[in-house]
């Protein structure tokens, strides 16, 4: 392989790099520690709650929920939103 497809090769990551970043979604949780358990939800999803072994764990399971609740496949996704009043 020549210099030149190397360089390709570098630059397309790094593009794709770039889109990844400007993909990003946050979103609220609200979480705490009982016992062993590290306990969690989506603010905007707060009757679906998750659990994990370590706080990194229970961040990796609320992202997992937030695609299952966000997918359009689950009925009767229950959530809260802002409405503005007059």
């Known amino acids: 392989m020549g210099d030149t ?4 090769a570098r630059v397309e990551v790094r593009a794709n790099e770039q889109k ?3 993909d990003v979604t946050t979103t609220k949780m609200v979480y705490w520690q009982e016992d062993e ?3 969690g939800y989506l603010e905007e999803f707060p009757d679906y709650w998750t659990q994990g072994e370590t706080l990194d764990d229970l961040k990796q399971h609320l ?3 937030y695609t299952d609740l966000t997918s359009g496949e689950l009925p009767g996704v229950r959530r809260v939103t802002d409405l503005t009043l007059a």
């Open 5 to 8: 497809e190397g360089m390709g």
């Open 20 to 22: 990844e970043e400007a």
């Open 37 to 39: 358990c590290w306990l």
């Open 63 to 65: 992202r997992d929920l």
